[in-house]
């Protein structure tokens, strides 16, 4: 079975520019999550989809952060403008949820964003 | 609110030493909890969960970790460290939701 798939895998940018990720899941899993990783630190949830529908993004910095998952399947995590804080690890993560809160999520390789 | 503390950034052993990683939650109720491990340039892959099934749960790779609720601890351990078991370990606690909360992981190398 194909992992969850990600790219660009490494993306330098400056600050105030804009960028954007994509994740493939695995075939059939409903939930999608995005997470960023900041250097020392674990994955921080920013948010989670259920097919289409968006069922967390209360760690989402909605004023530069955007996502979103088209038809239930891939999703784009965009940030716009950049600023040198958002440096990190963005991990895309998904799961089947047929048994709910124990179902083990499936991590990509994530993009690692450099902001200068 | 939930969290997990792990004790210690950094961890080293010799190959064929014994793997300790602490890890210890805050929950007000019966949490499930992860271990995932990171190599580098990698994603997070799931070693085992807590589910509240069995409080002594194996994991792959020869990892194992006990479900000790009076001392509110979900530590990982391995009885022989391999060289191949050098990355990031990560624990991870949930409740009634499926999202996870991270600690910030323990470094572990291992000397030959």
């Known amino acids: 079975e194909a992992g969850v798939a990600q790219s660009p895998r490494y993306k330098i940018i400056e600050k105030r520019q804009s960028v954007a990720f994509w994740c493939n899941p695995i075939?059939?899993?409903?939930?999608l999550y995005w997470y960023q990783q900041i250097l020392g630190q674990g994955p921080k949830l920013l948010i989670q989809?259920?097919?289409?529908?968006?069922?967390?993004d209360s760690q989402l910095p909605k004023d530069r952060f955007s996502a979103e998952r088209l038809k239930g399947v891939d999703s784009t995590l965009k940030i716009q403008p950049a600023k040198l804080e958002d440096s990190a690890v963005y991990l895309c993560?998904?799961?089947?949820?047929?048994?709910?809160?124990?179902?083990?999520?499936?991590f990509g390789p994530g993009t690692r964003l450099t902001v200068l | 609110a939930q969290s997990v503390t792990q004790l210690g950034s950094h961890v080293s052993v010799s190959e064929g030493a014994l793997v300790l990683l602490r890890c210890n939650y805050s929950?007000?109720?019966?949490?499930?909890l992860f271990w995932y491990v990171q190599y580098p340039n990698q994603g997070l892959q799931l070693l085992l969960k807590?589910?509240?099934?069995?409080?002594l749960v194996k994991g792959i790779n020869g990892f194992e970790a006990e479900f000790k609720k009076s001392e509110t601890s979900f530590h990982l351990t391995k009885p022989s460290a391999h060289m191949s078991d050098a990355a990031e370990y990560f624990c991870?606690?949930?409740?009634?939701?499926?999202?996870?909360?991270f600690g910030t992981g323990t470094r572990l190398q291992v000397f030959p």
């Open positions: 993560a998904s799961s089947t949820t047929r048994t709910g809160w124990t179902d083990t999520q499936y």
């Open positions: 075939s059939g899993h409903a939930t």
């Open positions: 989809f259920q097919n289409n529908g968006v069922v967390d």
């Open positions: 929950s007000s109720v019966p949490p499930y």
């Open positions: 807590y589910t509240s099934a069995a409080t």
């Open positions: 991870a606690v949930n409740h009634n939701t499926d999202k996870l909360i």
